[in-house]
Every structure is written in C-alpha cells, then in structure tokens.
T-cell receptor, first 115, second 111 residues
Framework: GAGVSQSPSNKVTEKGKDVELRCDPI?????LYWYRQSLGQGLEFLIY????????KSGLPSDRFSAERTGGSVSTLTIQRTQQEDSAVYLC?????????????FGPGTRLTVT | GESVGLHLPTLSVQEGDNSIINCAYS??????FIWYKQESGKGPQFIIDIRSNMDKRQGQRVTVLLNKTVKHLSLQIAATQPGDSAVYFCAERGSNYKLTFGKGTLLTVNP
C-alpha cells in the first residue's frame, strides 16, 4: 500500500524566499506530524495535527513557520522569508491516532537548501 | 526537561556479529520507547517498540531491553548484515503524544 509521500524531494531556494512543503499521509491516519532533521542531528518536533483538533504548534521555531492540514488529509508546511539556518530535511509522519496507535510512519522527507 | 541521548555515536561491526546500540533517557515519566532505523536518503523506519511496563521485547533478529532503574534502553541486532548499516534512533514518549528523539548512532557493517 501507499506510504507517506512528500514533495518536493529536494528544494533549493534563495534566502528570503518563501517555500511550501507538502505531505500526503497514509489514508485513514488521523494524526500527522512534521519534524526537522538537521545534518547529523536527531529529529526535532515542529507541529502536530490530530483530527479536527487545534494543532500543537509548540515546536515551530519562529513565526516564519506555519502549517495547514486541509480536509484532515494533506498538509503543507510553509516557511516564509527563508534563512540559511532553515536548511534541513523536513520529515512528515502519520499515525492512526495519537493514542490508538503509537507507531509513526515517516515519509522520505524534503531536503531544503537555502542559499 | 526531557532528553534522549546515545552513548556511542558510531559503531562498526563485522558481518555476522551481534550489535548493541545504547540509549539513555532522562524523563522517568516516559511510558513508551521506540527504535527507528534510517537509511541514507530515507525517512526513519520503525523497528521495534517497548512499553515502560516491560523489560524486554523481541522481534525478528532484534531485541530491545529497557532498564528503568538507570533509564537505559538498548537495541540488540543478531547476526548483523550489511543491510543493517544505517543510523539508529531511539525515541521516547512522555506524558503526551510527542516523541523525543536522540541524535542517532551510525552502524556500519563490514563484510
């Protein structure tokens, strides 16, 4: 079956430009997570969506970062006025639910390079 | 605050040997732990998990051990194969749904 997909796989952008990263979770998964992985580092939690509840945005590093999840499925992570320190791999994961199943399935990630 | 760390950032083993990857955690309230494997250019892949009310759990060629007394987690891989070469992350879940990840251990299997 189809797993979590993300697009684009790679994105190179100039400092100051806005970027949008897309995540398609596994069908039926109500929980969706965004993480950031910097070179040689672990995963840093960014934001979490669960069903129709208000998202947990506590991991977003600045107000330049925002995310939406339309129709309880596809999610878009937007970074405005990108900075070089935003360069990282952005990973999306989904799970059946935060409490019904803990296992998070990850997508391949989007590698963002800010020049 | 919560933190998860690894004792060994790199581990090199011979094919066929057993591998042990260690992880320390600091949040005694964590009730769930996971090991993930991440190959180059891919997202993390679930390997095995364990709840805090267990000490040991076995999967196919992998075993996770949990020592709550010293807040230590380990992943044992039996008969390590070249395909096991990857970065391995431990993660813990505290009082909410969030997972806190360690920085990872790079496992290299030499043929």
């Amino acid at each position: 079956g189809a797993g979590v997909s993300q697009s684009p796989s790679n994105k190179v952008t100039e400092k100051g430009k806005d970027v949008e990263l897309r995540c398609d979770p596994i069908s039926g998964h109500t929980a969706l997570y965004w993480y950031r992985q910097s070179l040689g580092q672990g995963l840093e939690f960014l934001i979490y969506f669960q069903g129709n509840s208000a998202p947990d945005k506590s991991g977003l590093p600045s107000d330049r970062f925002s995310a939406e999840r339309t129709g309880g499925s596809v999610s878009t992570l937007t970074i405005q006025r990108t900075q070089q320190e935003d360069s990282a791999v952005y990973l999306c994961a989904s799970s059946l639910g935060a409490t019904s199943s803990y296992e998070q399935y990850f997508g391949p990630g989007t590698r963002l390079t800010v020049t | 605050g919560e933190s998860v760390g690894l004792h060994l950032p790199t581990l090199s083993v011979q094919e066929g040997d057993n591998s042990i990857i260690n992880c320390a955690y600091s949040n005694s309230a964590s009730d769930y732990f996971i090991w993930y494997k991440q190959e180059s250019g891919k997202g993390p892949q679930f390997i095995i998990d364990i709840r805090s009310n267990m000490d040991k759990r076995q999967g196919q060629r992998v075993t996770v051990l949990l020592n709550k007394t010293v807040k230590h987690l380990s992943l044992q891989i039996a008969a390590t194969q070249p395909g096991d070469s990857a970065v391995y992350f431990c993660a813990e879940r505290g009082s909410n749904y969030k997972l806190t990840f360690g920085k990872g251990t790079l496992l290299t299997v030499n043929p």
